[in-house]
Every structure is written in C-alpha cells, then in structure tokens.
T-cell receptor, first 114, second 113 residues
Framework: DGGITQSPKYLFRKEGQNVTLSCEQN?????MYWYRQDPGQGLRLIYY???????QKGDIAEGYSVSREKKESFPLTVTSAQKNPTAFYLC?????????????FGPGTRLTVL | QQQVKQSPQSLIVQKGGISIINCAYE??????FPWYQQFPGKGPALLIA?????SEKKEGRFTISFNKSAKQFSLHIMDSQPGDSATYFC????????????FGSGTQLTVLP
C-alpha cells in the first residue's frame, strides 16, 4: 500500500526542547517537502529536497532543520530557536520528472508546545 | 510576487447549491493551478488542476474556470453535498521553482443538509 506516513500524529513539546517529526514515503518520489499550517492560513513551505543529500530552504525555514539521507525519508527537526512552533505540520512528496509534479500529502503531525 | 489570494474565507451553501471559490495571482510564470481539499485533521488531497492553456476543466461536479488575462481562477462545486464540507485551497506553481506550491489562504466550506 503506497503512500506517505508521518509520525507521530500528535506531539507535545516543552519550551526549549528540540523535536523531530518523521516523514516516510514508498512512492519512489524524488522530491519531498515540509509545510506548516496555521489556522486561517494556507500552507507555508519550510524546506524541500529534490534529491538525496540536498535540500533548500523554503519561505519559513528559520528555527527548523532537515536531512535527506535516504530517498524515502525526510525528517524535520523543530529546534528551540523556533519561536512559535505550535502548528500542524504536513509532509508531501512528488515525482519531479513527470508532468507538473503533483504533490501528495501525508496525514500530518500536530505539534503543541506546552 | 508569489502570493495567491483566495476568497471567501468561509462559505455556507445549502445542499444542492453551487459553491464558488475564487483565486487571483500575480506571478505570470505560474503554469499549473491545482485545487486541494482538506478534511479536519487530515492532509490535503488533490481535487482538480488546470493549466493556463485551457479556460475550463470539469471533473464530475467540480469545475475550474481560468481567466489568464485577469490572472484569476475559480472552483465551482455543482450540486454541493454535505460531504463536500471541507477546507479548499487553491495553489499555483511553475516549472522554474522546483514545483514549489504557493497556496491560497483557504476557504472553509459548509454545506447545510
């Protein structure tokens, strides 16, 4: 069953702690993306990666870090430098080499800072 | 300018009615315009998409109308059903941007039974 999985579904963090959100895909997609969603706002791009071992900052990368050591995996770390991390985080992937590169989204992780 | 402006923010429609959501963009390099549907607590799912070389695309009850000269596009949901109640996002992308999606702010649609 192909798709994108994100874990955990819910995550609670104390202020000052780093946390890592998992994103895995078995669609053999080249590109992967991380978005942040806040109430009443559209999705904003945090980081994206088109190939293994390479990634670029999106519009709101400050306070976040990523890695892309495997094609299937693109974990996102929310660091203590992120001032307002409470949000719904969405991972997506796409096949860059075909068509318009339709993005498929995972189910999301809701992060709450206590 | 990368922004995509979406309206209205919320929309309430009676069952069987037509839901219309509008989006406008500035960047003429955009060449693909998808619409996503998102249910609460879930990730967005692609609903329908259009390229600017056509003025309309229809898939079942969902239609995109595209006005290239005005840089506007809209989603029409015919015969709206309570199961259509969700948040809808328009988006835009270009081949020169690694296919990054620029999203509108979303429209929360409620279809009353």
């Amino acid at each position: 069953d192909g798709g994108i999985t994100q874990s955990p579904k819910y995550l609670f963090r104390k202020e000052g702690q780093n946390v890592t959100l998992s994103c895995e895909q078995n669609l053999n997609h080249d590109a992967m993306y991380w978005y942040r969603q806040d109430p009443g706002q559209g999705l904003r791009l945090i980081y994206y990666s088109q190939i293994v071992n390479d990634f670029q900052k999106g519009d709101i990368a400050e306070g976040y870090s990523v890695s892309r050591e495997k094609k299937e995996s693109f974990p996102l770390t929310v660091t203590s430098a992120q001032k307002n991390p409470t949000a719904f985080y969405l991972c997506a992937s796409s096949m860059m080499s075909t068509g318009e590169g339709e993005q498929f989204f995972g189910p999301g992780t809701r992060l709450t800072v206590l | 300018q990368q922004q995509v402006k979406q309206s209205p923010q919320s929309l309430i429609v009676q069952k069987g009615g037509i839901s219309i959501i509008n989006c406008a963009y500035e960047n003429t390099a955009f060449d693909y315009f998808p619409w996503y549907q998102q249910f609460p607590g879930k990730g967005p799912a692609l609903l329908i998409a259009i390229r600017p070389d056509v003025s309309e695309k229809k898939e079942g009850r969902f239609t995109i109308s595209f006005n290239k000269s005005a840089k506007q596009f809209s989603l029409h949901i015919m015969d709206s059903q309570p199961g259509d109640s969700a948040t809808y996002f328009c988006a835009a992308t270009s081949s020169g941007s690694a296919r990054q999606l620029t999203f509108g702010s979303g429209t929360q649609l409620t279809v009353l039974p």
